[in-house]
């Protein structure tokens, strides 16, 4: 079993950056492909990024492309996710996830195994 926690969520105007942390206990992460997603009240969850084990090959959705980046630090068992120039719209409770699937980054929800409780991520106009 693998529990995820996520933090550094909070209230942030708009064109400020936050960084998520996604820490992982019960097993090594290294093998496994990591994700983010978010949930904005009212929608569906989203795949926001990924990235593969071995942090070589990322994946984002259009939106975050160019503002977000996720890395991971596999010593610290530690994935991130870096937001800058940050918008209204990116507004939501943000979700880290583990895939067993590793070897390339993963988008499809349905193919990840674990997933944390989620951190809010506010960004005022």
């Known amino acids: 079993q693998v529990q995820l926690v996520e933090s550094g969520g909070g209230l942030v105007q708009t064109g400020g950056s936050l960084r998520?942390?996604?820490?992982?206990?019960?097993?090594?992460?290294t093998t496994y492909g990591m994700g983010w997603f978010r949930q904005a009240p009212g929608k569906e969850r989203e795949f926001v990024a990924s990235i593969s084990w071995s942090g070589g090959n990322t994946y984002y959705v259009d939106s975050v492309k160019g503002r977000f980046t996720i890395s991971r630090d596999?010593?610290?068992?530690?994935?991130?996710?870096h937001m800058n120039s940050l918008k209204?719209?990116?507004?939501?409770?943000?979700?880290?996830?583990?895939s067993k699937y590793g070897g390339?980054?993963?988008?499809?929800?349905?193919?990840?195994?674990?997933w944390g409780q989620g951190t809010q991520v506010t960004v005022s106009s």
């Open 88 to 98: 209204p719209e990116d507004t939501a409770v943000y979700y880290c996830a583990a």
């Open 104 to 114: 390339t980054p993963i988008t499809p929800m349905r193919l990840y195994d674990y």
């Open 74 to 81: 596999n010593a610290k068992n530690t994935v991130y996710l």
């Open 20 to 29: 998520l942390s996604c820490a992982a206990s019960g097993r090594t992460i």
